[in-house]
């Protein structure tokens, strides 16, 4: 089956200036998460969804972060405007049902903000 | 805040044992214990779960004590493409959004 697909894989901006990201989940995968993974740490949730409803986004900075999931497919996640602190990489992960142990994660994209 | 603590890194020669240990003195009842592996520029990969029984499945083997305050990881003949990142959670399965909360894991180096 085919897995997590993510785009771009890589993405260079200056700080103030917008980036959006997209996913597209395993086909059938009720859930969607959107994690952010700073070099050196572990992937930090910034953003859960159950079809299209979110389920838990106490960790996305709201002032900035925004994501959908429209049609409880595919999803996208912007940043606007975009600071120093948001490099990063960005991961996408679904899950076949909300609490699944299995995650399957896609490739990523490293966001670097000049 | 992650609820395990690992070591920061680990060698292995390959073909021996890869013994990763991890401490969750705190855990519940209701925490089950995940492991997953990140290799370089991949995303996170599950690789096994469990409650309080020993688990082994195709790619490892978990070993959890009897207080449930300790487990171990272990890949029973490491090679060259184990080299990774792993990351041992706990997570709470009654609490709604099963959320998973990464540390910084233990980074491993399988020696040839």
């Known amino acids: 089956e085919a897995g997590v697909a993510q785009s771009p894989r890589y993405k260079i901006i200056e700080k103030r200036q917008s980036v959006a990201f997209w996913c597209n989940p395993i086909?059938?995968?009720?859930?969607l998460y959107w994690y952010q993974q700073i070099l050196g740490q572990g992937p930090k949730l910034l953003i859960q969804?159950?079809?299209?409803?979110?389920?838990?986004d106490s960790q996305l900075p709201k002032d900035r972060f925004s994501a959908e999931r429209l049609k409880g497919v595919d999803s996208t996640l912007k940043i606007q405007p975009a600071k120093l602190e948001d490099s990063a990489v960005y991961l996408c992960?679904?899950?076949?049902?909300?609490?699944?142990?299995?995650?399957?994660f896609g490739p990523g994209t490293r966001l670097t903000v000049t | 805040d992650a609820k395990t603590t690992q070591p920061p890194s680990m060698d292995c020669a390959e073909g021996r044992a890869a013994n990763l240990p991890c401490n969750h003195s705190?855990?519940?009842?209701?925490?089950?214990v995940y492991w997953y592996r990140q290799i370089h520029s991949q995303g996170p990969q599950y690789i096994i779960h469990?409650?309080?029984n020993n688990e082994t499945n195709e790619m490892a083997s978990l070993i959890i004590t009897e207080d449930r305050k300790s487990s171990t990881l272990i890949l029973p003949h490491a090679t060259l493409r184990d080299t990774a990142v792993y990351y041992c959670?706990?997570?709470?399965?009654?609490?709604?959004?099963?959320?998973?909360?990464f540390g910084t894991g233990t980074r491993l180096k399988v020696l040839a």
């Open positions: 086909s059938g995968h009720a859930t």
């Open positions: 469990g409650l309080k």
């Open positions: 705190t855990i519940s009842g209701n925490e089950y």
């Open positions: 969804f159950q079809n299209n409803g979110v389920v838990d």
């Open positions: 992960a679904s899950s076949f049902i909300q609490g699944a142990p299995e995650q399957y």
């Open positions: 959670i706990v997570r709470d399965v009654t609490s709604g959004t099963y959320k998973y909360i």
